[in-house]
């Protein structure tokens, strides 16, 4: 078992989940395949999906009473952002000064969390690939987090994929953009490959199955070689053949470089906008 699996199943005290939507909902399926006790989980949240309400019957308590949940000894807070100042008055009650808390609100300060819920905070960026268990995770600590809250945030962040720490707070916004808004940009990569295939004459059911699973393979590919993206592209290309035809528009100087340099920019800038 490793570190952080064993930190999760090992912990006596009770995770309470604040929002299990898509993201809230696929962290509590991770937590609970990895052995978490479901007795020990606490889900609050005021629209529970039939999948979540469906947790009542193997011990998950679902929206208890604050008198019967105590203080906290970890909150992972889930819910959508703007929603976050309103959630965050009733998440008070239950946070005392040692509870770890765990935001994966994008645009959310740790000062704003620290403001709001108080706690020891940890401000997390995860993407959407955790609903399958193939996301990854970048996490800050608060500098009153300890090593054991950090080794606990990271358990219950792997239990969607992997997790990167940072120390940095300020490099959440370029990380928001690249991550966590990324694979929004790899499915316009498979909607604009099918579409320039119609283009080029091929039916679009054709085209878009084609487009889909190229996208996906390769993305398969990428993450079980251990060679360098750019080694894995020029295996595909022949000098002077149909790849390289294409790959000379791609990587021309106003081809996908200084795009995507422009969108990552644009998204950073965004994330921080939000912020404020």
């Given amino acids: ?14 995770i309470a989940l604040a929002g299990a939507g898509k993201m809230g909902g696929a962290m509590l399926t991770g937590w609970l395949a990895q052995g978490l006790a479901p007795t020990q989980v606490a889900v609050i949240d005021p629209y529970l999906s039939p999948e979540i309400s469906a947790l009542a019957a193997k011990g998950v308590r679902l929206n208890p009473q604050a008198k019967d949940l105590g203080t ?34 994008a645009g959310t300060t740790i000062s704003a969390l620290e403001e709001v819920v108080g706690g020891a905070v940890v401000r997390a960026m995860p993407n959407t690939p955790a ?32 997790v990167e720490w940072v120390d940095d707070e300020r490099l959440m916004d370029a990380v928001t953009a690249v991550s966590g808004s990324g694979p929004a940009y790899v499915f316009l990569l498979a909607e604009e490959l099918a579409r320039a295939g119609v283009a080029a004459g091929l039916p ?24 360098p993206s750019a080694t894995l592209r020029q295996n595909v290309t022949s000098p002077g053949g149909t790849t390289a035809a294409a790959l000379e528009v791609l990587m021309a100087n106003d081809g996908m470089q200084p795009l995507m340099t422009r969108a990552i920019a644009a998204a950073t800038r965004r994330s921080k906008e939000l912020a404020k």
């Fill in 204 to 227: 679009e059911q054709l085209a878009t199955t084609l487009a889909r699973a190229t996208v996906a393979g390769s993305g398969e590919l990428l993450h079980r070689s251990d060679l």
């Fill in 72 to 105: 906290l000894d970890t909150l992972v807070v889930a819910v959508k952002p703007q929603s976050f100042r309103d959630a965050g008055a009733a998440l008070k009650a239950l946070v005392g000064p040692s509870t770890l808390v765990v935001s994966i609100m």
């Fill in 131 to 162: 609903a399958i268990g193939r996301g990854i995770t970048v996490a800050v600590p608060s500098k009153r987090v300890t090593a054991a809250q950090r080794a606990m945030t990271d358990a219950l962040l792997k239990a969607t994929g992997l």
């Fill in 1 to 14: 078992m490793s570190t952080s699996s064993s930190a999760l199943t090992n912990t006596s005290g009770t």
